[in-house]
């Protein structure tokens, strides 16, 4: 089946600098990918949506200069924490789906440590 | 108050035991997904129901849309099956959006 990969699993950066997280579709094209982020005990809050050769749509509340996506093909989508701070750490995922969300997968996940 | 809840939120077994877990939502919903999460962090799904029942192995998950629920069964349950079980519904009123439970958390003991 398709196969989302997640890049990198972990990395620990000093505040103030930037972190770039990939995220491949390996099988399909995926038009569409949703860009995650989970706080340890809590359950996984969107924070945007990513669609390929267009601009990403955030949610409420999620700062668009600071969580860059970029979705320049249809196999790869970019999420870019820049000017990191410790309260930006957490667990960040990417998932895509096909079939009208039929079929969803999810990528391996990011633990971002801000130190 | 959430539109998805789950329970428990906590849920320790022993080896072999049926395991249930449970999903309630609040909204119209086109789709209901579960979601296995293991300590590494990584997602699998697991289910994606629309109606009825689906059988995978030892899993079984069924949903009753006009109730608002559903449920996802372990039987013969085994430690490999300890993780962190989340209910996703796919809301109809925004196309794909998936809002997720808090996840139960399964410890199965050996």
């Known amino acids: 089946g398709a196969v989302v990969s997640q890049h990198p699993s972990r990395v620990i950066c000093k505040s103030g600098t930037s972190v770039k997280i990939e995220c491949r579709s390996l099988d399909f094209q995926a038009t569409t990918m949703f860009w995650y982020r989970q706080f340890p005990k809590q359950s996984l809050m969107l924070m945007a949506t990513?669609?390929?050769?267009?601009?990403?749509?955030?949610e409420q509340g999620v700062e668009k200069d600071k969580f860059l996506i970029n979705h320049a093909s249809l196999t790869l989508s970019t999420l870019t924490v820049t000017s990191a701070h410790p309260e930006d750490s957490s667990f960040y995922i990417c998932?895509?789906?096909?079939?009208?969300?039929?079929?969803?997968?999810f990528g391996q996940g990011t633990r971002l440590t801000v130190v | 108050k959430n539109e998805v809840e789950q329970s428990p939120q906590n849920l320790t077994a022993q080896e072999g035991e049926f395991i249930t877990i449970n999903c309630s939502y609040s909204?119209?919903?086109?789709?209901l997904h579960w979601l296995q999460q293991h300590p590494g962090g990584g997602i699998v799904s697991l289910f994606m129901l629309s109606s009825g029942k689906k059988k995978h192995g030892r899993l079984i998950a069924t949903i009753n849309i006009q109730e608002k629920h559903s449920s996802l069964h372990i039987t013969a349950s085994h430690p490999r099956d300890s993780a962190v079980y989340i209910c996703?519904?796919?809301?109809?009123?925004?196309?794909?959006?998936?809002?997720f439970g808090a996840g139960t958390i399964l410890r199965v003991k050996s």
């Open positions: 996703a519904v796919l809301l109809m009123e925004y196309g794909n959006k998936l809002v």
């Open positions: 998932s895509t789906a096909r079939g009208g969300y039929t079929e969803a997968f």
């Open positions: 990513s669609n390929e050769g267009s601009k990403a749509t955030y």
């Open positions: 909204v119209g919903i086109s789709a």
